[in-house]
């Protein structure tokens, strides 16, 4: 079975400075996708950036861009410049291939992430 | 497009009702896929439907259910509501079929259910 680890439940960061949340995860499988998901207090996951296990390069959406080291097994999110609506939960997901698990998303336990001005 | 949307926002239910929860996926959107969220397990899967057949289905007991209609709006309902049901829903769309990021799910704002 598919498991995705944030290991930093929680941690704050300065306004303007960049942030990396980790992600590991463990899959057989070797087509998976990875996503990073945003979930302020209202509740709403909102979609950050996404890697494909055979993507060459590293996603970079904006401010947040993905440091994926696919020997490792880690799916890094850098969100960089920091702002005061960064704070937020910050999710790591995993989905595997169609044929094993349909669009079924794993989630981590997430990381909480306070801004300070 | 607007975006996932899901009804009712909020919602109070006694032990042993049931109760059915709506999301409306984002136009053109065939899959809707739902998740439970709560303090102590996380965010888990609970089902997706893709055209009106469900295609997979998390580890939830039998008293959870839904269907998805011809129009794609899906619907859960949990029978026999018990106090550990008391969690935010999630529902998500995306248009599966094709690769990379077009499977990206989009959530919808969740319905909070509080069982008493």
């Known amino acids: 079975a598919q498991k995705i680890t944030q290991t930093q439940p929680g941690m704050f960061v300065q306004e303007k400075e960049a942030v990396t949340l980790d992600c590991t995860y463990d899959?057989?499988?070797?087509?998976?996708?990875l996503f990073w998901y945003k979930q302020p207090s209202s509740g709403e996951m909102i979609f950050l950036i996404y890697?494909?296990?055979?993507?060459?390069q590293n996603a970079t959406e904006g401010r947040y861009s993905l440091n994926f080291q696919k020997a490792r097994k880690s799916a890094n999110l850098v969100i960089s410049a920091s702002q005061l609506g960064d704070s937020a939960m910050y999710f790591c997901a995993m989905r595997e291939p169609y044929k094993a698990a349909g669009n079924k998303l794993t989630f981590g336990g997430g990381t909480r992430v306070l801004v300070k001005p | 497009k607007a975006g996932v949307t899901q009804t009712p926002r909020y919602l109070i239910k006694t032990r042993g009702q049931q109760v059915t929860l709506s999301c409306s996926p984002i136009?053109?959107?065939?899959?809707v896929s739902w998740y439970q969220q709560t303090p102590g397990q996380g965010l888990q899967f609970l089902f997706e439907y893709f055209s009106e057949t469900q295609r997979n289905k998390g580890n939830f007991p039998g008293r959870f259910s839904g269907r998805q209609f011809s129009n794609s709006r899906s619907e859960m309902n949990v029978s026999t509501l018990e106090l550990g049901d008391s969690a935010l829903y999630l529902c998500?769309?995306?248009?599966?079929?094709?690769?990379?990021?077009?499977?990206?799910?989009?959530f919808g704002p969740g319905t909070r259910l509080l069982v008493l």
């Open positions: 998500a769309s995306s248009d599966p079929g094709t690769s990379g990021t077009s499977e990206t799910q989009y």
């Open positions: 136009s053109g959107h065939r899959s």
């Open positions: 890697q494909g296990s055979y993507d060459q």
């Open positions: 899959t057989s499988d070797p087509s998976y996708g």
